[in-house]
């Protein structure tokens, strides 16, 4: 942190510690692509194994579809996150990236067991059906990334 003034020279020091800041750069950019790259992936593969379109239902302005997809996001985010804060090289987040990934799709396949006709309960806009799925998701995903602080 700079402690000089407006108009006032920064020191070596000072400068120097600015600088040192930036050798951290690109494992930030690393891990941040890694991270994206997974979420995108993430909710490529969510749309592509459920059954109903949730883009087209979405842009249709049903929000239970919105809901679903966004809790299921938000369950994967969440271990993704913990996997990126906690993760000791870019591997071991990719791992665990995938374990997030796992437990998030086994959940929607569970949910879909547990809720009976959830496709055409999403289809037709049942939003407590949608709240349901998205919070449990969420629940699942807070459990999953506690889990990864080891």
Request: hydrophobic share 60%.
């Amino acid at each position: 942190m700079l402690t000089t003034r407006p108009g006032e020279a920064a020191s070596y020091k000072e400068a120097f510690v600015i600088v040192s800041d930036l050798f951290t750069l690109p494992a930030f950019v690393a891990y941040l692509a890694l991270g994206i790259f997974y979420f995108v992936a993430f909710v490529v593969t969510y749309i592509w194994i459920t059954p109903q379109r949730e883009m087209a239902l979405i842009r249709d302005g049903n929000l239970a579809a919105a809901i679903s997809l966004g809790g299921a996001a938000l369950g994967f985010v969440q271990p993704l996150a913990s996997a990126i804060a906690h993760s000791v090289s870019l591997t071991d987040l990719a791992l665990w990236g995938l374990v997030a990934w796992i437990v998030q799709l086994l959940t929607h396949f569970v949910l879909r067991l547990l809720v009976r006709d959830l496709r055409r309960k999403i289809e037709e806009d049942v939003r407590s059906v949608a709240l349901f799925v998205a919070i449990v998701a969420i629940c699942v995903g807070t459990l999953n990334a506690a889990a990864m602080s080891y």
